[in-house]
C-alpha cells in the first residue's frame, strides 16, 4: 500500500496491481485494483488526473472484455485521453472519443464498458458519465444514507448509455451535482455485484449496496478494506475468477482554496508541459478548455459560483 499526493498535470493508472490511498483538493480516496490469477496486469482499467491549477479531478473506472497485449493498448490510449482533456471542467468531448477509440474493440467482437467522473474542488459539483457500466453509489454523510445512482437514460426508450464503441453516434448522459463534505462515490467493476452467496444467489447492484450499508468504516480505505473482507469470506470473491477493482472518493468539502500559485502557475506549467510534448513528438499534450468559467477561475476564485445541491436520480438501500 502507498500514499500519494496527486501533483499537477498528472495522470495516474492503468491496468495494473494497486492499492494506494490518494490525496487531491477536495478529495481523499482509495484506489484499490487487482488482476485476475495474480496476473500483472488485466482487463480492468483505472486512471485518475488533477489538472494544471488542481481544481479539475477526473476519474474513471473500465472493465475491457478480455486481457493481455490488447487491453494494454486500450490502457495507453486512455492515459492519452485523460491527459489531453486533463485541464476541461466538461467532460462530453473525453466521453465521445473514448466512444470513438472503442469503436475498433467493437470489430473485433469484443466491448467495454466504463464511467467517468469529474469533480470541481471550488464547488464541490461532480458530474458522471456512465456507459453501461455497474453503477455507482453515493453516501451522504448528512444524512447517512447510501444510494445506488440511476442515470436518466436507465429508463429511456432511446439508445443512450450503452458500453464502449457499440454505436459511434450515441448519447452518454452527464448526471451533475454536488457533493458535500464527508459525501462518498464508490466505483467498481462487475466482479463485486457478480459474486455468489453460499446458497448460489448472485449479489448483484442491489445486495452489494446493502452489504456496503452495513458496513463500519472511517475513511475510503477501512471501508474499501471491510467491503472486499467481507465479500470474501461470505461470498466467493477471489482474484482465480476475475479482476477486482475498487475506488472510493471522500469529499473534505466544497469550496477548499486552491493556492494563488498554483493559479498563477498554471498558464506556465502548460506551456511548459506542452512544449516538453512537442520535443518528444508527444500528440497528446494537454489541450485547454477555452470557457469564462474554466480560464476566470483559474485565476480569481470568485468566478467559481457554485450551483444548488441538486442530485441525480437515485434509490437508497
Known amino acids: 500500500m502507498s500514499d500519494v499526493q496527486m501533483q499537477c498535470l498528472e495522470v495516474r493508472g492503468g491496468n495494473r496491481t494497486e492499492n494506494t490511498k490518494i490525496e487531491i483538493p477536495g478529495l481523499t480516496g482509495w484506489i484499490y485494483s487487482r488482476p485476475y490469477h495474480g496476473e ?3 482487463g ?5 488526473s488533477s489538472c494544471a491549477t488542481g481544481r479539475i479531478t477526473r476519474w474513471l473506472v473500465a472493465d475491457v472484455c478480455g486481457h493481455g497485449d490488447a487491453v494494454a493498448e486500450v490502457s495507453d490510449e486512455l492515459h492519452d485521453l485523460m491527459r ?3 485541464n476541461f471542467i466538461d467532460q462530453s468531448r473525453l466521453v465521445k472519443e473514448m466512444n470513438t477509440e472503442f469503436a475498433d474493440l467493437a470489430q473485433r ?3 467495454a464498458t466504463a464511467v467517468v467522473f469529474t469533480y470541481f474542488a471550488p464547488t464541490g459539483e461532480l458530474c458522471i458519465s456512465n456507459a453501461g457500466h455497474p453503477r455507482p453509489f453515493l453516501y451522504r454523510a448528512e444524512q447517512r444514507s447510501w444510494a445506488r445512482l440511476v442515470q436518466r437514460g436507465d ?5 443512450s448509455n450503452i458500453p464502449l464503441g457499440v454505436v459511434p453516434q450515441v448519447l452518454y448522459d452527464r448526471e451533475e451535482f454536488v457533493l458535500d463534505k464527508g459525501d462518498i462515490i464508490i466505483s467498481y467493476t462487475d466482479s463485486l455485484i457478480e459474486v455468489d452467496d453460499r446458497h448460489g444467489q448472485q449479489l448483484r447492484e442491489a445486495g452489494l449496496l446493502r452489504l456496503i450499508s452495513e458496513l463500519s468504516w472511517d475513511d475510503p480505505m477501512s471501508l474499501g478494506e471491510a467491503l472486499l473482507a467481507r465479500l470474501e469470506s461470505d461470498y ?3 482474484e482465480e475468477h476475475d479482476d477486482v477493482t475498487l475506488l472510493i472518493m471522500q469529499s473534505s468539502g466544497p469550496g477548499e482554496p486552491i493556492s494563488l500559485r498554483n493559479r498563477l502557475l498554471a498558464p506556465w506549467r502548460l506551456l511548459e508541459d506542452g512544449i516538453r510534448s512537442r520535443l518528444n513528438g508527444d500528440r497528446t499534450h494537454p489541450e485547454m478548455e477555452w470557457s469564462v468559467r474554466n480560464l476566470g477561475g483559474a485565476l480569481y476564485h470568485p468566478w467559481n459560483f457554485r450551483k444548488p445541491r441538486g442530485g441525480s436520480v437515485s434509490d437508497e438501500a
Open 40 to 42: 500483472a496486469a488485466g
Open 44 to 48: 480492468d482499467v483505472h486512471f485518475v
Open 84 to 86: 489531453r482533456y486533463v
Open 109 to 111: 467482437g469484443d466491448f
Open 155 to 159: 429508463n429511456s426508450t432511446t439508445l
Open 236 to 238: 466467493d470473491l477471489a
